[in-house]
Nanobody, 124 residues
Framework: QVQLVESGGGLVQAGDSLRLSCAAS????????MGWFRQAPGKEREFVGA????????TYADSVKGRFTISRDNAKNTVYLQMNSLKPEDTAVYYC?????????????????WGQGTQVTVSS
């Protein structure tokens, strides 16, 4: 069983940056592929990005490519989402997710464990 706790959300202005963190419990965190998803009010959950268990491979949604960066520190059981040049359309609840099979990717159904989410609000 893995527990995920996101933090770092908040209210920022367009063009600002935020870094989200996702702290994971469990001794096998380093074997998990990790993903970030978001859900805006009235919209479906959407994929933001994912990182392989080693951190050597990342993938991003087109909407955030070039602005967001995912990284991980397996020694700290933490994955990060660095968000730069934020836009009002980035406003959403952001969730991290873990795939114990190490597959990762953009499909939410791949991930077995989810955090409770952290709110990010970007004002114009």
């Amino acid at each position: 069983q893995v527990q995920l706790v996101e933090s770092g959300g908040g209210l920022v202005q367009a063009g600002d940056s935020l870094r989200l963190s996702c702290a994971a419990s469990g001794r096998t965190f380093s074997r998990y592929a990790m993903g970030w998803f978001r859900q805006a009010p009235g919209k479906e959950r959407e994929f933001v990005g994912a990182i392989s268990w080693s951190g050597g491979s990342t993938t991003y949604a087109d909407s955030v490519k070039g602005r967001f960066t995912i990284s991980r520190d397996n020694a700290k059981n933490t994955v990060y989402l660095q968000m730069n040049s934020l836009k009002p359309e980035d406003t959403a609840v952001y969730y991290c997710a873990a795939d114990h099979m190490g597959r990762g990717g953009s499909l939410g159904t791949t991930y077995e464990y989810w955090g409770q989410g952290t709110q990010v609000t970007v004002s114009s």
